[in-house]
């Protein structure tokens, strides 16, 4: 198989980043930007969703400290959930 070269210019930081997390990954920056081009190509566009989040997304974060949101009591190393909560189906 025959190979071509290409060239691209990056800002010397962000170059830099690059290639410390390519190395702790494991792998070379020239490894990681083929994986990136084959997923490219195998995914016929970009390998993740590139986007803003819509207005919907935004609001369905969920915050673990909201009121109804409830720490059930452990038990014997069990959490006691409410009774309410009981699927009728089980026997």
Same mark, same amino acid.
């Given at each position: 198989m025959s190979t071509v070269q290409r060239a691209f210019l990056l800002e010397e930081a962000l170059n830099h980043q690059f290639c410390i997390i390519a190395e702790r990954l494991g792998s070379?920056?020239?490894d990681v930007l083929r994986m990136f081009?084959?997923?490219?190509?195998?995914?016929?566009? &970009?390998?993740?969703?590139?986007? &803003?989040?819509?207005?919907?997304?935004?609001?369905?974060?969920?915050?673990?400290?909201?009121?109804?949101?409830?720490?059930?009591?452990?038990?014997?190393?069990?959490?006691? &959930?409410?009774?309410?909560?009981?699927d009728d189906d089980e026997e």
């Amino acid at each position: 198989m025959s190979t071509v070269q290409r060239a691209f210019l990056l800002e010397e930081a962000l170059n830099h980043q690059f290639c410390i997390i390519a190395e702790r990954l494991g792998s070379s920056p020239s490894d990681v930007l083929r994986m990136f081009v084959t997923s490219f190509v195998a995914n016929k566009g &970009l390998p993740f969703t590139f986007r &803003l989040p819509d207005d919907k997304a935004a609001k369905r974060v969920f915050n673990s400290k909201h009121p109804n949101i409830i720490t059930p009591p452990i038990r014997n190393g069990h959490a006691v &959930l409410p009774a309410s909560w009981r699927d009728d189906d089980e026997e």
